[in-house]
């Protein structure tokens, strides 16, 4: 079957996490993907974290399948005349290297569009070109505090706390491919390439929405009624940590279900959502509540919410997470178990899905790796496993036109 993004050639020359997670995607619909790598080391995750000595580590694995890598030392004369050579024959160049490092190899925007005016140059930064941090080299953990998403996550009397989502990392990766193929259509209509650059600071701050809403919504009234510090707490002029709090109009909590003093992860997540009062009361066993003034109404509700989900609680103590849950959908209510890694792992509906999927490593056999979760009507990604070091040197080189001896030069004086 046919991909829709096959005949696009991008030049990836991106490491860690942001901009290999942004590749990635487009490879597994149908991109040409070459990832350039330093000869002789390649992207640093390789060897970081291994759980096999020799082979490359899960975290390189994970964010590199479909791809081919090439080795390239693009500092070496050399190197950039390979690199200018794959420029002109490219669509896309992918990079997420420290601000200004692009520069300093010799291959500025203006350089870049000079060899090839058709092509599309997509950058990954910690902050925005101009930002007076510009300048500052990021990981995942500090986009998460400059983007917002620290300082309102966690609970009150704890520190900001960054989460295990990477939404400084794979998010800003997600965003950028959307800006690719964008400027992607867009150059079909004006055959011109553009400069495409994505902040992870800017693409937390994008999924920290909902809490710029409530800063605004603080500075009018003084108080966010979804917050468990309503009524009874203190609110300050900044958005507070919520704890597990629902995040819209929905007040929710994670409740221990049987087994929580010994299984970290017998919780579940429930939604009381306004219009289902009634069978929430009538699953929890509580019909009495539906008419009572007390209860009936939001506003009502929400000075004693957690009453009421100290009730539920009780309610949930001899029913396992999966039980309870298998309760509540009979009743509409919203909610799901609190899954950890290895029940998500061992998943049947999501091995099903192709949301998490086995492919197998020429070095380290087989491994579960996350699948497209975007699902497609007439096409179902293929993920193939990550390439070895320099695997495609010698066939991107060819199809170049450098002949044998030429690469075999190349290789004699490490330039690939
Ligand atoms: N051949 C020759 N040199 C290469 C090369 C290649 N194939 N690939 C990379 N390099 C060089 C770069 O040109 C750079 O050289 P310079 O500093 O002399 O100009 C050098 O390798 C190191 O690149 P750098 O990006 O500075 O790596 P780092 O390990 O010091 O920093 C980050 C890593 C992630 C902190 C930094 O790249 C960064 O801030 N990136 C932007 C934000 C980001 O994506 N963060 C990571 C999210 S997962």
Redesign the pocket.
């Known amino acids: 079957m046919s991909k829709p993004l096959e005949g696009v050639k991008i030049i990836d020359?991106?490491?860690?996490?942001?901009?290999?997670?942004c590749t990635q995607l487009l490879a597994w619909f149908g991109a040409d993907v070459i990832k350039?790598?330093?000869?002789g080391s390649g992207d640093?995750t390789r060897n970081q974290l291994r759980d096999i000595p020799e082979a490359d580590a899960l975290y390189f694995t994970m964010l590199n399948s479909n791809k081919r890598s090439l080795?390239?030392?693009?500092?070496?004369q050399d190197?950039k005349e390979v690199l200018e050579k794959l420029i002109q024959e490219s669509d896309v160049l992918v990079e997420?290297?420290?601000?200004?490092?692009?520069?300093?190899?010799g291959f500025t925007w203006e350089r870049i569009n000079e060899l090839n005016p058709k092509m599309i140059v997509a950058?990954?930064?910690?902050f925005s070109d101009g930002h007076h941090y510009d300048d500052?080299?990021?990981?995942?953990n500090?986009?998460q505090c400059a983007g917002g998403a620290a300082s309102t996550t966690g609970f009150w009397d704890g520190p900001p706390t960054v989460s295990a989502a990477?939404l400084?990392?794979?998010n800003?990766?997600m965003h950028l491919a959307i800006g690719i193929l964008t400027a992607l259509i867009g150059r079909d209509k004006t055959g011109k390439g553009q400069k495409v650059a994505v902040?992870?600071q800017d693409s937390v701050i994008n999924l920290c929405r909902v809490k710029l809403r409530d800063q605004q919504r603080l500075d009018r009234v003084g108080y966010l009624e979804e917050y468990p510090q309503y009524p009874h707490g203190e609110f300050t002029d900044v958005v507070p940590r919520g704890g597990n709090a629902g995040g819209g109009g929905q007040p929710g909590w994670v409740l221990k279900c049987k087994g929580w003093e010994t299984d970290p992860n017998a919780y579940i997540y429930f939604t009381v959502q306004g219009h289902a009062w009634e069978p929430i009361c009538r699953a929890i066993g509580k019909p009495e509540w539906i008419d009572d003034p007390a209860y009936m109404t939001a506003q009502a509700r929400q000075p004693h919410i957690f009453d009421i989900f100290n009730t539920i609680e009780a309610w949930l103590a001899d029913k396992t997470k999966f039980e309870a849950v298998d309760i509540l959908r009979k009743f509409d209510i919203p909610c799901a178990p609190v899954l950890s890694m290895k029940e998500i792992a061992n998943d049947e509906s999501l091995r099903a899905s192709g949301t998490i999927v086995e492919v197998d490593h020429k070095a380290r056999g087989k491994y579960l790796t996350v699948g497209s979760p975007i699902k497609f009507s007439d096409m179902k990604p293929e993920i193939t496993g990550s390439p070895l070091l320099g695997e495609h040197t010698e066939e991107v080189l060819k199809d170049l036109g450098y002949s044998f001896d030429q690469i075999a030069n190349l290789r004699e004086a490490k330039v690939v």
């Open positions: 020359f991106t490491h860690v996490q942001a901009g290999p997670a350039v790598e330093r000869p640093v080795t390239l030392d693009t500092k070496t190197g997420n290297f420290a601000p200004g490092a692009l520069d300093r190899m950058s990954v930064k910690g500052l080299k990021v990981y995942e500090v986009a990477a400084g990392d794979s800003t990766g902040s992870m």
